[in-house]
Nanobody
Framework: QVQLVESGGGLVQAGGSLRLSCVAS????????MGWFRQAPEKEREFVAG????????YYADSVKGRFTISRDNAKNTVYLQMNSLKPEDTAVYYC?????????????????????WGQGTRLTVSP
């Protein structure tokens, strides 16, 4: 059974930092693009960050650019999201996703439909 399991969410004050992790099991995604998305209450799921299979290309939503960093360790089948200078508007459930449809692509998608494996999510709450 293929699983993506996120961890690292929690409660943090505005201005603080947190690192999310996503570990894949059941198969490797080392040749696939990975991404982080988030969904706030009563809002659509939105793109946060994406990373190509090699890690050489990264993409960010404008709202997190300069504050969040996505990275991956293919040997550990893990992708990370380092979040700094957190704001209350970052409060959401964060989802890890994998795009199994392409391999060794130099890009990563920024749309929900481009990813076909999803984790269960980890909740982040940023207090003012």
């Amino acid at each position: 059974q293929v699983q993506l399991v996120e961890s690292g969410g929690g409660l943090v004050q505005a201005g603080g930092s947190l690192r999310l992790s996503c570990v894949a099991s059941g198969r490797t995604f080392s040749s696939n693009a990975m991404g982080w998305f988030r969904q706030a209450p009563e809002k659509e799921r939105e793109f946060v960050a994406g990373i190509s299979w090699s890690g050489r290309s990264t993409y960010y939503a404008d709202s997190v650019k300069g504050r969040f960093t996505i990275s991956r360790d293919n040997a550990k089948n893990t992708v990370y999201l380092q979040m700094n200078s957190l704001k209350p508007e970052d409060t959401a459930v964060y989802y890890c996703a994998a795009d199994s449809s392409t391999r060794f692509s130099g890009v990563a998608g920024t749309e929900v439909y481009e990813y076909d494996y999803w984790g269960q999510g980890t909740r982040l709450t940023v207090s003012p």
